[in-house]
């Protein structure tokens, strides 16, 4: 059988292209499972759910399946309540949500690697309650720097995909892992661009949709998606963020297009990220040579979660996005009970402060509802930022006036 | 009534703090570990060894977890993070806590098998006070290391030991190290027979008494003392067995506990004691038993490290956490479970809801979710907590009147 995956051709834009390209993005992202339903549809694929940045989507491409990140979706999360406590982070309770109420039933199976702790406990429902006909487990490394940690998880890659190729009856084929790869780094590229043009402004395109774009990345197929971002790249619909003051997004996950809105509309522009869903997933590029062992090299090196080995990396990460944005602030976005997040927080705020960065910390559930106070506190910090913007532009006066 | 062990606890801990305390000052080195690195290698090499969780639940018992927390949120860290992190860093940030200001270890080591945010806890202590820092990989697994994956770890014991060996001018020697690994093995030995003796009907022995006991089960393994208090401590349980010692009078509810104890408030186990229910077993201490850290093989003693730390109790998932107490109940001829939900400790807690269901389902056996912490008395509200307690028991009347 040919695979639909790795095989798309970029097509030449033309006039127009772009705003349907956006729209069409934005229909993805609106309702990433119909997508992934019409996918499955359209091709007779399987598809695999998976959950974290650090589990490589070829991996499951490979075998000639659909790989799926499954976001949250916004919605309260009661069912999950029944199987998990409250104290589990409210992404992972989300997600275990959807699968329990048969919102994920287009699934035929999930892959968990150690990520969290919440995550992880999530995992131990959905094994033993079957929540999808495969369920596996990649014994993940935390380590990242050693050549060790890289050979094992090359080996550990394998025996997961020869598990995934009995329990689905799915053969993995390593040309097909090869051009998955190069699909993924195709793509993965082309986001980095797209972040690049954002960041120098040569690209006006709102945070909100450039969080679309991200979600549409984990949802499509990698060449379809390609296609369609470079389409929205080569015509942007005219826009301009005005006077909105740039910030950089910083956190975990983060996939809540109405939250995002909600944050752009106190008079902040979100013009770049720190997200283990955004710029810390795209910088991946995996390299050539055997490909289990690209494969475990690239996801173990590229800018760490909270969740792996500490280092100086992850803010070395974030100010970079901060410097290449000319950016005036940081928006950190902490999800309730995310306790790697939680401890990594004041550092960050010490490495920014120490850079002379202002910060705002927003607690919260991965909703759009209720949030009054976080609006408040926002315009707040859009307040100071500007009062700063003035003051710099007043020494900068008086400075040239002298 | 109090084992006469417990009383020599105190001469034990206070013998160890001192040995803390003058080890820093003759500039001897030492070595922070989480629960789950072995003390053993530590002992071998001459490298004092010092767990902060324990130190934690001393905080804890101590009462200080509120006072200490505070000047951990003070410096941003949340509220919501585990209350050993929160006591912990606290103590390390105020220099107050139970023994005043802790020295400064030499290095710092943490193994990844307990929980995820522990390393960054321990980085969290490299940065305030400079101390290099190791972390070693266990990557979670189903139910057991083997293949690539024991191989992993033992590479990662090995890298540690280089590691240490390096930082301390200290090496490890492997005669020692067999020395050590022999008391070890005999103390725990020792341990296994405790946890097995409180099968007798009655139980000799009450929760608040094992947990009293984990001191020297995490701090002192491999030290001649520890086998000397563990066979003492053995000797007067197999006393109490042989004459038929009840240590909650008319025993009427064989309970299992799940997770940590609220090392805050043990007194719990007294009060339910009055209402003839005792916790004949738990799992916390059996992370210390056979089942998870039975002896280490002589021969190959850093690849036994390796397995059963690749395997540690929280390193493993739901199917080895669920045979555990599907071999308990019956083992130990539990009438009931009480599932602690300890805020502070997701590895633990976020499986027991599933746990609870499977339990009922396969066994028939009733469980209680029991919120609380282990270590932050905020956390706990005692008079719901006493009145969800006081409802099971009385659940587990009533299924003993209905027949069949
Ligand atoms: S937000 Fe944090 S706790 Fe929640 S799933 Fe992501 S990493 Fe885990
Ligand atoms: S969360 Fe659990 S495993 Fe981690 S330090 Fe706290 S008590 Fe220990």
Sequence with gaps: MRSSLGDGVLAAPSAEA???????????????????????????????????????????????????????????????????QGFACPASRNVLDQALRGDLDMLDGALFTRYCDSLRGVFAVWDSEKLTPYVDFVRYPTVTHTQAAVDYLAEELQEVSWRMAGALGAPIDEHRLREAIDAGNRARALLAEFARQRAARELAVPGADALAVLIAFTTMLPDEFTQ???????????????????????????????????????GLYL?????????????????????????????????????????????????????????????????????????????????????????????????????????????AFREQLEALAEVDDGEGQDGGSE | MRLEATNRLKGLIKGYYDELFAVAEEGRPSAWLNV????????????????????????????????????????GFSADLCSYVRATLGSVFSGEGPYGALPHPTIQVDSMNSCTMIMIWWRAVEREWGVP????????????????????????????????EEKTGRSLDLDRLRQVVALSNEGKALWAEVLDLRRAHPCPITAADIFTHMFPMVALRGTPQYVEHLRALRDEVK?????????????????????????????????????????????????????????????HPLRSFAAYM?????????????????????????DGVVFHSDRSCKPFSLVEVELRRLLQKRKGIPGLILEGDHNDPNLFDRERGMGQLESFLELLDAREQVPG
């Design chain 1, 18 to 84: 772009g705003a349907r390209a956006l729209e069409r993005l934005r229909r993805v992202a609106a309702d990433p499972r119909a997508e992934l339903r019409r996918i499955k549809e359209r091709t007779g694929l399987m598809a695999v759910g998976y959950f974290d940045t650090y589990l490589p989507p070829e991996l499951i491409a490979a075998h000639g399946v659909l790989p799926f990140r499954v976001p949250t979706n916004g919605h309260d999360d009661t069912r999950a309540m029944e199987y998990i």
């Design chain 1, 228 to 266: 369609a971002l470079a389409a929205l790249m080569a015509q942007p619909p005219a826009g301009e963020p005005g006077d909105a003051v740039p910030v950089v997004l910083s956190g975990v996950t983060f996939d809540n297009i109405d939250l995002a809105r909600t944050f752009e509309d106190t």
């Design chain 1, 271 to 379: 013009i770049a990220d720190d997200l283990s869903t955004g710029s810390r997933l795209y910088t991946v590029q995996v390299g050539d040579g055997d490909p289990w062992q690209a494969l475990a090299r690239a996801y173990l090196t590229k800018p760490p979660c909270s969740v792996k080995e500490p280092s100086a990396a992850r803010a070395d990460h974030l100010l970079a996005q901060v410097g290449a944005s000319g950016a005036a602030g940081v928006v950190f976005y902490l999800t309730r009970f995310c306790d790697t997040e939680q401890v990594e927080w004041p550092f960050l705020r010490d490495r920014l402060a120490a850079e002379g960065i202002p910060v705002v910390l927003i607690e919260g559930e991965h909703r759009a509802a209720g949030l009054e106070q976080v609006r408040t506190r926002l315009e």
């Design chain 2, 36 to 75: 789950g690195m072995p003390c053993e290698i530590f002992y071998a090499m001459d490298i004092f060894p010092f767990y902060p969780e324990n130190y934690g639940a001393a905080c804890g018992a101590m009462k200080l977890t509120p006072k200490l927390s505070a000047v951990a949120e003070a410096r």
């Design chain 2, 133 to 164: 820092t190791f972390l070693l990989d266990t990557p979670l697994v189903r139910e057991t290391s083997d293949g690539i994956n024991l191989v992993y770890v033992e590479t990662e014991v090995r890298r540690m030991v280089a590691w240490a």
């Design chain 2, 239 to 299: 006393q109490r067995v042989d004459d038929g010692f009840a240590a909650v009078p008319g025993e009427r509810y064989r309970l299992l506990w799940d997770n940590l104890p609220p090392w805050f408030d043990l007194r719990l186990f007294d009060d339910l004691a009055a209402r003839g229910a005792n916790f004949v077993i738990d799992t916390y201490t059996q992370a210390w038993g056979p089942r998870y850290m039975g002896p280490v093989d002589l021969e």
């Design chain 2, 310 to 334: 690749g395997a540690g109790f929280l390193n493993v998932q739901i199917g080895k956490r669920y045979a555990l107490l599907a071999e308990l109940v019956d083992a130990y001829d539990v």
